[in-house]
């Protein structure tokens, strides 16, 4: 894997330079892993394609990427009593951005680090659930594993110099901020009962009052309302630089509303009635050390051989009867053909139009309406425990107002052992565009030492925690190019348009002759139910 002889140098804690004659703190080892940056470019960059094939192999169905959506379709080929297919991924380890990994023996998440317990509407993914023995009926009720569930404390804000729980500022705001908290929830409330925000998209139809929301960007939207609140504005810019990559003024205002409309609503602190009640129940969450690692190691688990990884497919042609798909193969450095009845593309749209042969329109036209918000995660090796500041207790998600990153998660915090010692910080940092972020955030992402990232990293988390650099031991830093479509205006209409028309079966296929696509791409925005979802229809349908 490329970059994985990592460098050993002086953290910015040498900033941080302790007082007197204390020994300054040891040098923080780091560097990137856990994507194959070369790999990826060899691809875009035609480097892999020419050769003839070193192999033809056969077999009846093709997966080309190993995502949630890859994974989810070998499922339900499986499911379908379908054995003989291969899932071909381009890393070395199947997941895409909801892998796994290790850093100084602690569990910790390379990408997406939980899962809200789904709604009835994505049946396919409570299926997983109970299959997994997170969730089971019990009394007529369904009730899911606590083991598995996000123990409490589950977030805090880092605001005006203390800890408070929850992530929206409270502590010293004005009666005008709480009003604007109040008349939000109200919209939200409102927004729910006229329209379908539904959690997967594909389960329901692009109605005009959907398409008029995805017609504007959030930010206008907002100013149209009246709601110019500063805080407001900043937890709803977070909350959509935490799901889409990028900020209110890039997204739409359908994005900005779904994110709270699909699921809980919007909650304002001492509010009541609807979703507005501040004591009402809220989803619950489901996260592990190796955040939704946990779920693609288990799906990826059953495959066996037919999981191909370190293949870069360079070309999928359909031909008369068949189709035929070429992919090098890293570790013998040769191409192998394989050919089969039927190919489900579950890669990125951008990669997908790449690489189809005589491309169909349906995938031309996405790729040119979707854009990609870049994304890193470092994690942060601590030898002992952290001190704190006032206020709320340590949580799993804890959030520093006003900072580029979004915070950290504590890989521990699902331990059932309260001994204080060293732990792993995931910290989260979108480079989409935003008040932070301009449209170079790829360029940077790729460009700059993986010390440039320590530095800021150690500057936002010292804030609150002075002791950081002194206790931290390794930074391991994942990058992601493309890490997810960002639901820009005027995109759900676009996008909606390329839908297929539903049967009860499969409703949401996507489908050009002997090709299925499956991937979270094709609903405009990346989170697990939507990339499960398309992945199983895909599969499923194929039985």
């Keep these: 894997m490329q970059r994985r002889d990592f460098l050993s140098v002086a953290g910015a804690a040498g900033a941080l330079a302790l007082s007197g004659c204390e020994a300054p703190p040891p040098p923080i080892e780091g560097g990137f892993t856990g994507i194959d940056v070369a790999r990826g470019h060899a691809l875009r960059d035609g480097a892999l394609k020419g050769p003839s094939p070193a192999s033809v192999e056969r077999t009846r169905v093709v997966i080309a990427g190993g995502g949630v959506a890859g994974l989810a379709a070998a499922r339900a080929l499986r499911l379908a009593g379908i054995e003989d297919f291969v899932l ?148 709803l810019d977070y909350c959509c630089r935490d799901d889409y990559g990028a900020g209110i003024e890039e997204v739409s205002a359908w994005a900005g509303i779904h994110y709270f409309a699909s699921r809980h609503g919007f909650h304002a602190p001492g509010s009541s009635g609807s979703s507005a009640d501040s004591n009402a129940e809220r989803d619950g969450v489901l996260t592990w050390p190796e955040g939704n690692g946990w779920l693609t190691k288990r799906l990826a688990g059953p495959l066996g051989d037919r999981l191909h990884t370190g293949q870069a497919v360079t070309r999928i042609a359909e031909l008369r009867g068949g189709v035929e798909v070429d992919a090098w193969d890293a570790a013998s450095k040769s191409l192998v053909r394989w050919q089969a ?174 090709l299925s696509f499956a991937h979270a791409d094709w609903s405009g925005y990346s989170i697990f139910e939507e990339a499960f979802t398309r992945g199983h229809v895909a599969g499923a349908a194929l039985g």
């Design 341 to 514: 009845e039927r190919c489900i593309v579950a890669l990125p749209v951008f990669i997908a139009a790449r690489v189809v042969e005589n491309a169909p329109q349906v995938l031309k036209n996405a790729a040119a309406q979707l854009r990609y918000a870049p994304w890193l995660v470092a994690n942060v090796h601590l030898r002992g425990p952290l001190a704190d500041r006032p206020g709320a207790a340590p949580s799993w998600d804890n959030v520093i107002h006003g900072t580029r990153g979004l915070g950290y998660v504590d890989a521990r915090h699902q331990t059932l052992d309260p001994t204080p010692r060293g732990t792993v910080l995931s910290w989260y940092r979108p480079l989409g565009p935003s008040r932070h972020d301009g449209a170079d955030g790829r360029r940077l992402l790729l460009d700059r030492p993986w010390t440039g990232w320590r530095d800021d990293l150690l500057a936002e988390l010292s804030v609150p925690h002075p002791d950081l650099p002194a206790l931290a031991t390794r930074i391991e830093i994942t990058r992601y190019g493309h890490a997810m479509s960002i639901p820009r205006p005027g995109l759900l209409a676009q996008i909606g348009a390329q839908r297929m028309p539903p049967d009860a079966a499969h409703r949401g296929r996507v489908v050009a002759g002997r």
């Design 88 to 235: 071909l991924e381009l890393e070395d380890a199947a997941g895409g951005n909801a892998r796994g990994g290790m850093v100084s023996g602690i569990a910790c998440p390379l990408g997406a680090h939980y899962l809200p317990t789904p709604g009835d509407d994505a049946r396919e993914v409570q299926d997983l659930l109970e299959e997994l023995g997170l969730r089971r009926r019990v009394a007529g009720r369904w009730e899911y594993d606590e083991r598995h569930l996000c123990h409490s404390p589950q977030e805090r804000l880092f605001f005006r110099g203390e800890w408070q729980e929850g992530l929206l500022p409270v502590h010293g705001v004005g009666a005008e901020t709480h009003a604007q908290y109040r008349k939000f929830a109200q919209r939200i409330d409102t927004l729910q009962h006229a329209a379908h925000f539904v959690i997967p998209t594909l389960k329901a139809d692009v109605t005009p009052e959907l398409l008029a929301l995805d017609a504007v960007s959030f930010a206008n939207w907002l100013d149209s309302e009246g709601f110019g609140d500063a805080q407001l504005r900043w937890y």
